[in-house]
């Protein structure tokens, strides 16, 4: 597909409340030492009990126009890509959308878990192929702390929250960077390896307390196994079919989720380390969020100058993996 999909801006947001390793270990039985050695996360951030995912997309979604030098109601569309939306209906979009005075545009999520920055940018290529007028508000915005169980070491350390926002546009003002090709995949018989409960298989009654079906369940073994070997061969895939090796890639953004898999997918691609970057030190997993979070980074530590190639990967629930390449 050759349409043309423009960035004009790349926003995040985060809250503020810090929770660190030594925090966690007051909470479940673990420690600083445990966490950082498998993970390399050593704090991840926790929204305030008076905000909700679409609060941490809107303040993204305001600076994203605001780079963009647009009004909300120029948009035609707000997408949102969340696995931990405010509720089941209705969606985040709309609820940014509506306080934003969006107005009259296509606004609905999409549920693509931690592959949701890669999907959601695929969309916007399709939608922009198909209405060059298009201008669209995309917003990854995750709250995974209030599905994180407190009491399940295996799983609570990893996550954390967060948002992205980007404007998308086919016309012809000067881009931040193009969407120069994406693929996303998915492996539908693996939908059991990570679970985000809360949705309506959770059965109860007014006033029943919530079991643990309501929380985050992962076979983190499996999914580590499956999320290097699906990120590196679909990043190899990417390269072979825009006739591009490892060597015209300037930066390597992977999904946040763990700095041995960020590191197992970047030896498999022989790509050198100094193109890598990670901030997930600092955030944790925050799902959808996670590569905008850490292009915003990259951006403001001055890594990405214009001319330079990103090659950002992914993968997460049901099972989703995907590739993008981002010319800046
Ligand atoms: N602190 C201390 N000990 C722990 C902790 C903890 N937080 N968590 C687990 N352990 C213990 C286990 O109980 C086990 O003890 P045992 O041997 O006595 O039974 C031991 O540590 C080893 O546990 P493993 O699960 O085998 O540890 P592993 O080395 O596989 O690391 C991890 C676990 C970090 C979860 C790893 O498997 C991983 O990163 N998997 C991928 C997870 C991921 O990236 N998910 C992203 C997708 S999520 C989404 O899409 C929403």
Not at 58 to 71: F, I, P, Q, S, T
Not at 104 to 123: E, P, W
Request: glycine share 8%; proline share 3%; with cysteine.
């Amino acid at each position: 597909m050759n349409a043309r999909c423009n960035l004009l801006s790349l926003s995040s947001h985060v809250p503020s409340q810090v929770l660190t390793n030594d925090d966690l270990a007051k909470m479940v039985d673990t420690s600083d030492e445990w966490i950082t050695t498998r993970t390399g996360i050593k704090e991840r951030r926790r929204l305030a009990a008076t905000e909700n995912a679409s609060d941490l997309g809107y303040k993204a979604a305001l600076k994203a126009l605001d780079e963009a030098g647009m009004k909300a109601g120029e948009l035609t569309h707000v997408i949102a890509a969340t696995c931990t939306p405010d509720s089941l209906c209705p969606s985040v979009a709309c609820i940014i959308s509506g306080k934003l005075g969006a107005g009259a545009v296509m606004a609905f999520d999409v549920s693509a878990a931690c592959s949701g920055f890669l999907y959601g940018l695929s969309l916007c290529r399709s939608i922009l192929a198909q209405d060059p007028a298009a201008r669209i508000l995309f917003v990854c915005a995750e709250a995974l702390t209030r599905r994180s169980d407190w009491t399940d070491r295996t799983t609570c350390v990893l996550f954390g929250d967060g948002a992205g926002a980007c404007i998308l546009t086919a016309d012809d003002r000067p881009p931040l960077a193009t969407l120069e090709d994406a693929i996303c995949k998915s492996d539908g018989s693996l939908n059991q390896l990570i679970i985000v409960g809360g949705g309506t298989a959770s059965q109860y009654k007014q006033g029943d307390p919530v079991g643990s079906d309501f929380f985050i369940h992962m076979q983190g073994r499996e999914v580590y196994r499956h999320a290097v070997r699906q990120m590196s061969s679909i990043c190899e895939e990417i390269l072979e079919r825009n006739g591009l090796s490892i060597r015209d890639v300037d930066l390597f953004v992977p999904h946040q989720a763990n700095l041995r898999i960020i590191e197992a997918v970047g030896s498999r691609l022989e790509i050198d380390a100094d193109k890598v970057f990670t901030n997930v030190e600092h955030y944790g997993n925050t799902s959808s969020a996670s590569v905008p979070l850490a292009l915003v980074e990259a951006r403001a530590q001055g890594r990405l100058e214009p001319g330079m190639r990103v090659l950002m990967t992914a993968f997460g629930g049901g099972l989703t993996f995907g590739a993008t390449l981002l010319r800046f």
